[in-house]
C-alpha cells in the first residue's frame, strides 16, 4: 500500500540526546576504514544520528526496513561536530511521490546540540519497495 502523501511536512520527535566521545569518533571512523587522530568528527558522522531518526519515523509509520534501499544523503554543515557535543536529531518527511509502485520519500534531519543551535541538515531519499 503507498503511504499517503499526508505524511509531507510532518515533524517527528528529536531522537534521545546524544554525547559525542572521541571513542565514539574512533569506532565510527575504524569502521569506515581510517584513522582517528582526535579533532572534529568525519563530515559523515552525523549519520549515527540521522539513521536514528529514520528508523524511528519507520517504526512510526509501520513502514519495513527490508522494503527501504537508501537512494542519497547529502549533509550541510554549520559548524564540525566535536567531542562533547550532546545532539539530537528531528526528521521532517520532505516529500514523497510515487513511482512504478514505490514510494520515494525526501527527508531532512535538522542535526542540533545542547543549547538548540543548528550544527547540521542532512538529507535522504528512501525508495520504500512496494510490496510483490
Not at 549533509?75 to 557535543?85: A, K
Not at 514523497?96 to 543551535?117: C, K, V, Y
Request: include cysteine; aromatic fraction near 8%; hydrophobic fraction near 40%.
Amino acid at each position: 500500500m503507498p503511504v499517503d502523501q499526508s505524511l509531507v511536512g510532518r515533524v517527528f520527535p528529536p531522537t534521545r540526546p546524544y554525547v559525542v566521545t572521541a571513542e565514539g569518533i574512533g569506532t565510527f571512523v575504524a569502521a569506515t576504514g581510517g584513522e582517528y587522530d582526535g579533532g572534529p568528527a568525519p563530515a559523515t558522522y552525523p549519520i549515527v544520528l540521522a539513521f536514528d531518526a529514520m528508523n524511528a519515523f519507520l517504526e512510526a509509520e509501520s513502514l519495513d526496513l527490508y522494503r527501504i534501499v537508501h537512494g542519497e544523503q547529502k549533509f550541510g554543515y554549520e559548524r564540525p561536530v566535536v567531542p562533547g557535543d550532546v545532539l539530537t536529531a528531528t526528521l521532517t518527511v520532505s516529500s514523497l511521490r510515487q513511482i512504478g509502485g514505490n514510494d520515494i520519500i525526501g527527508t531532512t534531519s535538522e542535526i542540533t546540540d545542547g543549547s538548540g543551535a543548528l550544527v547540521c541538515s542532512t538529507s535522504a531519499t528512501l525508495v520504500h519497495r512496494g510490496e510483490a
